[in-house]
């Protein structure tokens, strides 16, 4: 069985039968000289920046697969009440940090 993530302190059709703890992941993401340019041109014409768009999104999908694997490692199936932060570490840096509740939940019956 997967890890269940919910934003929610609690998953409809079961009951936390064991809290574990914090579950958490995360990763500096840093932008490239090539990504970086693409960005200043659409900067002077407005609009969305995809490049950083994408980069952040895969920076999410990377801190959640941590968060999860963390969990597991806990001994954890389901983690609520799923958290993002986000923060700037360096000029071109981002860090991406998931975090929640890792649980043991059975199905309620």
């Keep these: 069985m997967d890890v269940i993530l919910t934003?929610?302190?609690?998953?409809?059709?079961?009951?936390?039968?064991?809290?574990?703890?914090?579950?958490r992941g995360g990763i500096v993401?840093?932008?490239?000289?090539?990504?970086?340019i693409m960005a200043f041109f659409k900067n002077l014409k407005g609009?969305?920046?995809q490049e950083y768009t994408q980069m952040l999104a895969e920076a999410r999908e990377e801190a959640l697969r941590r968060m999860m694997l963390h969990a597991k490692e806990?001994?954890?199936n389901a983690v609520v009440g799923v958290?993002?932060?986000?923060?700037?570490?360096?000029?071109?840096?981002?860090?991406i940090y998931a975090y929640g509740t890792a649980v043991?939940?059975?199905?309620?019956e």
């Excluded at 934003?7 to 079961?14: C, F, M, Q, S, V």
């Design 7 to 23: 934003t929610t302190e609690g998953i409809p059709g079961y009951r936390v039968v064991e809290i574990k703890g914090l579950a």
């Design 29 to 36: 993401k840093a932008t490239h000289i090539g990504r970086d």
């Design 47 to 49: 609009g969305e920046v």
């Design 74 to 76: 806990m001994g954890a």
């Design 83 to 95: 958290r993002f932060m986000t923060s700037s570490v360096a000029s071109g840096m981002a860090e």
């Design 104 to 108: 043991v939940v059975e199905k309620e």
